[in-house]
């Protein structure tokens, strides 16, 4: 069975560090391209990273610079580093795998003082 | 950045309706599109890609057409279950981009 389980959420401050991971289980992330979304509180979904099959990898324009995306293919986990976190990232923060319908369950990140 | 726009926002319908929910892209997508099902609370889920190909396990009642710029998504036969907010996004070129949403809901 194909499961995606996102963990690494939490309460942060504005100008802090977090790590996202997305454990994978069922597939090879390696094999496929996986993806961040979000949400904010009340909001539609946003996309946030993509990394390819090859490692390419690509961002929002609104997180480009302060977040990174990375898997590390013994854990079958991906990553998203974020760092410089402001309050407009608070949001639920999804991972999926390519244009599949797996999704994670999401992780809530809360960027406040 | 490729702008995604949703119409109606807020859609009202009966249960056994069939209702249609556009999403037009500011510039050329091909086929490049995909639609999600959000119920609150729930993670979103995929229901068709490459703008018309349904996904797994999803209900025929649930259609995609469209090309370019102007795509569609008919839901017939309505039923409770389908009462949700309903996203488009566009994976032609970077950044993807999702629409504001439609939500559905039951008059």
């Known amino acids: 069975e194909v499961q995606l389980v996102e963990s690494g959420g939490g309460l942060i401050q504005p100008g802090g560090s977090l790590r996202l991971s997305c454990a994978a289980s069922?597939?090879?992330?390696?094999?496929?391209?996986m993806t961040w979304v979000r949400q904010a509180p009340g909001k539609g979904l946003q996309w946030v990273s993509l990394?390819?099959?090859?490692?390419?990898?690509y961002y929002a324009d609104s997180v480009k610079g302060r977040f990174t995306i990375s898997r590390d293919n013994s854990k079958n986990t991906l990553y998203l580093q974020m760092n410089s976190l402001r309050a407009e990232d608070t949001a639920v923060y999804y991972c999926?795998?390519?244009?599949?319908?797996?999704w994670g369950q999401g992780a809530l990140v809360t960027v406040s003082s | 950045d490729i702008q995604m726009t949703q119409s109606p926002s807020l859609l009202s319908a009966s249960v056994g309706d069939r209702v249609t929910m556009t999403c037009r892209a500011s510039?050329?997508?091909?086929?490049?599109l995909a639609w999600f099902q959000q119920k609150p609370g729930k993670a979103p889920k995929s229901l068709i890609y490459?703008?018309?190909t349904l996904q797994s396990g999803v209900p025929s009642k649930f259609s995609g057409s469209g090309s370019g710029t102007d795509f569609t998504l008919t839901i017939s036969s309505l039923q409770p279950e389908d009462f949700a907010t309903y996203y488009c996004?566009?994976?032609?070129?970077?950044?993807?981009?999702f629409g504001q949403g439609t939500k559905l809901d039951i008059k």
């Open positions: 510039q050329g997508v091909s086929n490049s």
């Open positions: 069922g597939f090879t992330i390696s094999a496929n391209y």
């Open positions: 490459a703008a018309s």
């Open positions: 996004q566009q994976y032609n070129s970077f950044p993807f981009t």
């Open positions: 990394i390819y099959s090859d490692g390419t990898t």
């Open positions: 999926a795998r390519g244009l599949t319908p797996n």
